[in-house]
Structures are given as C-alpha cells and as structure tokens.
C-alpha cells in the first residue's frame, strides 16, 4: 500500500507540472505497476489532472500493449468492467481512457472498437448516465481522429445526441462528427449553427470552453466524401465483427 501511495503521489506531480519530458518520465515507470495509480486518478477532484491521468492511461497502455498485448487487453477488460452495472460502480473516467487507449494503439483499437460502439446502441450496451454519455462521445471523438473507419458504425448513432437537451452531448456529437466526415450528418450539424451552448472540450492537451455552435461549424468544415450508400449503425458493426 505504501509503494501504491508513493507511486500515485509521484504520477499527480507529474501529471500536475506536465513539464518538458512528462510522457518520458511515464513511460520510465513499472508500466503496469503505474496502471493502479492511474485508474484512481480518473476521478481526481481537480478536471485538468484527470484529463492528464486520461491521457497518460492511454499513454502507458499503449506502450504495454506494444510489449504485453495480453495485459493490455486486462486493463480494457478492467475498464469495460467499471462500465457494467454488475460492478457496483459508476466507471468515471473509463470512457475516456478507453477513447485515448484505442486511439493511441491501432491493434486494440480493432479488438474493442465495437464494444465501445455498443454503449451507443439502445439495443446493446446503452450506458443511460449523461455524464458517462459524455465520456463515450469524448472518445468516440478521440478515436476517430485516429481510426476513422473503425467508428463509421457510429454516424447514425450520433443522432439522437444531436438533438439532446444537454448542450455538452450536442457538442460532444458534433465534435465526433467532424471526424468522421459524414455527408449524413450534414442537416444535423447545420441545424446547430447556430446553437450558443456552451461546453467543455478537452483536445490539443487543455480543455477548452467553446460553443455548439462553434464545434458544429468546424465538423461542416471538413469536407465529406461523396455519399454512396445511406449508413446504419448495424452495417457498420458488422463490418467489425
């Protein structure tokens, strides 16, 4: 317990400087010894350290999955743990740390991508809590920067949230969207050209307070390929399986 408090201690002074050579003094600890820490760090009282522990979760298994694959896959199993309800818990922060995981290693990515894409569907693993909804669309977001045709299951799925009472869920969407270039979801994002919500955005290393409206222009900036086929969520899942 003693060696677990120490090395959280050492991991938030890192985390809390984010100075010149942070990821590489991360990567220089017992990799999977720096799991543990990191996981109570996710629901650290302070935003910008948890975003930072998110980042440095992903960080840390990546670099164990290039080495470990096996034990990589125990700490996404870990974390889809804390998502189910049969855990006794709430999973804050999972989400997240599941998004910057999969966009950082390609090859998880493709192992877990649908699980992540089924607490988006009603009939899958729906994750009801707003909050959690946030955390899912922040890393459907994250991966699809890195893997979009991994998330292209995703586009008609994004809808509902489009049209959420909860500005941080139409903004989180419309940041999601962006990424993913769909011509689908073009009279979705117009639609909230004009929307003066306001959220919370973590990118580039910093969160950001931005509007929906801002992030819904940026997402009809990007140009789309031209449109084959309509997409569906199924379609697109199954293309994972």
Do not use: C
Not at 20 to 36: F, I, T
Not at 156 to 166: G, K
């Amino acid at each position: 317990m003693a060696v677990f408090r120490q090395l959280k201690a050492h991991i938030r002074m890192l985390l809390a400087v984010q100075g010149p050579g942070m990821e590489s003094a991360l990567l220089a600890l017992p990799a999977r010894q720096a799991v543990n820490p990191l996981f109570s760090l996710l629901h650290d009282s302070d935003p910008s350290l948890r975003w930072r522990a998110v980042s440095a979760m992903g960080l840390v298994v990546a670099n164990i999955a290039d080495r470990q694959i096996e034990s990589a896959r125990v700490v996404m199993r870990r974390l889809l743990w804390n998502l189910n309800e049969e855990s006794g818990g709430i999973g804050w922060g999972s989400p997240e740390a599941m998004g910057d995981i999969l966009a950082r290693h390609e090859g998880l990515a493709r192992e877990y991508a649908r699980f992540f894409l089924s607490f988006l569907q009603p009939e899958g693993n729906f994750i009801e809590h707003p909050l959690l909804q946030r955390g899912v669309l922040w890393g459907l977001g994250r991966v699809a920067r890195a893997h979009p045709s991994l998330m292209t299951g995703s586009i008609m799925l994004l809808v509902p949230f489009l049209h959420s009472p909860d500005a941080s869920l139409r903004g989180l969407a419309a940041w999601g969207a962006g990424a993913l270039q769909s011509p689908f979801l073009a009279g979705e994002l117009a639609a909230l050209r004009e929307d003066d919500g306001v959220l919370s955005l973590y990118r580039r290393g910093r969160i950001e307070t931005i509007t929906v409206a801002r992030l819904a222009g940026e997402a009809l900036a990007v140009r789309p390929p031209p449109p084959h086929s309509s997409p569906t969520a199924s379609a697109g899942l199954d293309r994972l399986r």
